[in-house]
């Protein structure tokens, strides 16, 4: 897997993470460390 492929996942990973945040009402109870 190349060093590009990884970044598209971990962008679009990093995209349904947000997507799912701002769809909750309430922050989460566990913060994930790269959102530091």
Do not use: K, N
Not at 2 to 22: K, P, T, Y
Request: charged content about 15%; proline content about 14%; overall charge negative.
């Amino acid at each position: 897997m190349s060093v590009s492929e990884i970044f598209v996942e971990l962008q679009g990973f990093l995209a349904a993470e947000q997507d799912i945040r701002e769809a909750s009402p309430l922050p989460s109870p566990f913060p994930l460390p790269f959102h530091a």
